[in-house]
């Protein structure tokens, strides 16, 4: 892997890294509580929308993969040649699907999230659900401030991604992959 690319795979690495816990835990310490009719008290967490517990999990868990993908660039930095490492050579399939994976369930939960969100934020009168967000509007900022940090999140995986497909076909390519040839 050549120099630029290895920085720049840890630079995103740590980004996303940044962006997938920070969102993890918007979306878990967002709590407000609301004095209901002067005796009883209504606590909104995100427990109450489905989909915002499974966006925490699935964000510590790709937080956590990208952690070790993160400890796998420390030890192909003392790898200076493929001929050393082999398997490393070997996985770099498996790192580009794993990427792959990551890239679209953050994505597909951060979405799922944003939906039921926009239903708290509506309500839905044939369902004769109520909107959440004229009462609990810190909660609500707090929830949406998260799931941009989680758009973002999945911009810098997809940037990752970008660098994990270079980093698989220059394998399968001659030595002067992606560059400019000389004029003659």
Known sequence: ??????????????????????????????????????TYARKA??????ALPVLVYIDGVVAGYN???????????????EIQC????????????????????VFATTVAA???????????????WMKLCNRYTRFCIQVGGALLCGYAASIVLVLMSFLSVYNLFRRYSPTKFLQLKSKQ
Not at 69 to 74: F, I, K, T
Not at 86 to 98: A, D, E, I, R, Y
Not at 121 to 126: D, E, L, Q, R, Y
Request: one cysteine or more.
């Open 1 to 38: 892997m050549g120099y630029w690319a290895a920085e720049t795979e840890v630079f995103l690495r740590v980004c996303a890294i940044l962006l997938l816990v920070l969102t993890a835990c918007l979306v878990a310490m967002a709590t407000q509580t609301k004095l209901i009719m002067y």
């Open 45 to 50: 967490t995100f427990r109450d929308l489905n």
């Open 67 to 81: 952690l070790l993908q993160l400890s796998r660039c420390s030890v192909s930095a003392y790898c200076k040649r």
């Open 86 to 105: 082999p398997l490393l050579k070997n996985l770099s399939w498996v790192h580009f699907l794993l990427d792959q994976v990551a890239v679209y369930t």
């Open 114 to 128: 944003t939906q039921a969100s926009l239903l708290a934020v509506t309500g839905s009168k044939a369902m004769q």
